[in-house]
């Protein structure tokens, strides 16, 4: 069974560029989460989707960023007119389901650099 | 809102060494906490976990204990080796919540 699935590892774009990253969960999971560590930071949600459904996005910039789940294929991160402060590490995690005890599965993140 | 504190590192130790690595939180309601290890470049690996008051989650060799009085959660390892080096997250997710809320981390550096 493989495990959460991010590609690209790693992302260099120039500033102005649409920035592309993609996560696939581990199989049977239908609950994906994304996170952004800035350099020297913890992680911090950006948002949470199920299939076709987006359920918290409190944690995205307003402007730029958007995420999907769609029902086939990967979950889609999508930075438009990327600036260099959103120069980070973005992870993906997926779960089963939702609820306190349930492990969320990390994938190895994807670096992003704008230039 | 909630959120982790853990201490700054980095930690630097010897081989063998005892290892604590302190967390706090601040949190309504009753979060289950977590610490998370990331290897260089690499994603974060669930280390151990506790759900509730006065539960000790271990794996590996590490061992912490839901503290709800302290509201702490303490990273412990008796003996650190090398391969130990890494960074590690403590974080909780409370309940009727989706989101992971993280500390900055703890670079743990161990040396032979």
């Known amino acids: 069974n493989a495990g959460v699935m991010q590609n690209p590892r790693h992302l260099v774009r120039r500033r102005g560029q649409e920035a592309r990253l993609r996560c696939s969960p581990m199989?049977?999971?239908?609950?994906v989460y994304w996170y952004r560590q800035l350099p020297e930071e913890g992680l911090k949600f950006m948002v949470y989707l199920q299939k076709e459904n987006i359920i918290d996005e409190s944690g995205m910039p307003k402007e730029r960023f958007s995420a999907e789940f769609p029902k086939e294929g990967p979950s889609i991160l999508r930075i438009q007119q990327v600036v260099r402060g959103d120069s980070a590490a973005y992870f993906c995690?997926?779960?089963?389901?939702?609820?306190?005890?349930?492990?969320?599965?990390f994938g190895q993140g994807t670096r992003l650099t704008v230039v | 809102g909630d959120s982790v504190t853990q201490m700054e590192g980095p930690v630097t130790l010897s081989e063998e060494a005892f290892l604590t690595i302190n967390c706090t939180y601040t949190?309504?309601?009753?979060?289950?906490l977590f610490w998370y290890v990331q290897y260089p470049g690499e994603g974060l690996q669930l280390l151990l976990k506790?759900?509730?008051?006065?539960d000790k989650g271990s794996n590996k060799g590490f061992e912490a204990t839901y503290r709800k009085e302290t509201t702490s959660f303490h990273l412990e390892k008796g003996s650190v080796q090398v391969s130990d080096s890494a960074v590690y997250f403590c974080?909780?997710?409370?309940?009727?919540?989706?989101?992971?809320?993280f500390g900055t981390g703890t670079r743990l550096l161990v040396s032979p």
């Open positions: 199989k049977g999971h239908s609950h």
């Open positions: 995690a997926s779960s089963p389901q939702q609820g306190g005890n349930t492990e969320a599965f």
């Open positions: 974080a909780l997710l409370n309940t009727g919540f989706q989101k992971l809320v």
């Open positions: 506790a759900t509730k008051a006065d």
């Open positions: 949190a309504t309601g009753y979060p289950s």
